[in-house]
């Protein structure tokens, strides 16, 4: 059964440094989502992406935050410059219908200390 | 800003019993409604996802729909051990999914 697959799975950095977590959709999907889950809280939207743009963005979404697909496989999530409350499980997710079932990769544990 | 509201549980049943998880949301435009199961530690994985009113059937697992009380629920039958997890509400209209902090639920063997 096609998954959606991130990488790393845990990521430790220092404040200020940036990172880039990957993805890769499920193939035939179109539709790309960041979220990212606090411990104890809910899972928040982040970033949708479409036909090589983003589509929509949540206030977290701010100026440290950028996303990308390099090439025909790839979606990454960047943070420019780290801050400790960026400290989370970033999921990245894709859909084959916009703002439909998504399907959810195991996640990225973010760690910024 | 859309809500989505759950109680957080934690909801104890006992093995074989029906559990029953309610939801809901305050935007009427909604138009998509999905239930994910979120082990500790783990991604969400969606069960269940309706559009309509009235109630969609998938093995142990129902879901019910009532848009003019605004309110999703997800029935679950015969409630295994297994089905011990946080259950995750999430709507979307024509914008991303927005999700429930969840209800937590145990299975007592």
């Known amino acids: 059964e096609p998954e959606v697959t991130q990488t790393p799975s845990h990521q430790v950095t220092q404040m200020g440094q940036e990172v880039i977590l990957r993805c890769v959709p499920i193939s035939n999907h179109l539709y790309f989502y960041w979220y990212r889950q606090i411990l104890g809280q809910k899972v928040e939207f982040l970033v949708s992406?479409?036909?090589?743009?983003?589509?929509?963005k949540s206030e977290i979404f701010d100026d440290q935050f950028s996303v990308e697909r390099p090439d025909g496989s790839n979606f990454t999530l960047k943070i420019r410059s780290t801050k400790l409350e960026d400290s989370a499980m970033y999921f990245c997710a894709s859909g084959d219908r916009s703002n439909e079932k998504l399907f959810f990769g195991s996640g990225t544990q973010l760690s910024v200390l | 800003q859309k809500e989505v509201e759950q109680n957080s549980g934690p909801l104890s049943v006992p093995e074989g019993a029906i559990a029953s998880l309610n939801c809901t949301y305050s935007d009427r435009g909604s138009q998509s409604f999905f239930w994910y199961r979120q082990y500790s530690g783990k991604s969400p994985e969606l069960i269940m996802f309706i559009y309509s009113n009235g109630d969609k059937e998938d093995g142990r697992f129902t879901a019910q729909l009532n848009k003019a009380s605004q309110y999703v629920s997800l029935l679950i039958r015969d409630s295994q051990p297994s089905d011990s997890a946080t259950y995750l509400c999430?709507?979307?209209?024509?914008?991303?999914?927005?999700f429930g902090k969840g209800t937590r639920l145990s299975v007592i063997a």
């Open positions: 999430a709507v979307s209209g024509n914008t991303p999914l927005v």
């Open positions: 992406f479409y036909n090589n743009e983003i589509s929509e």
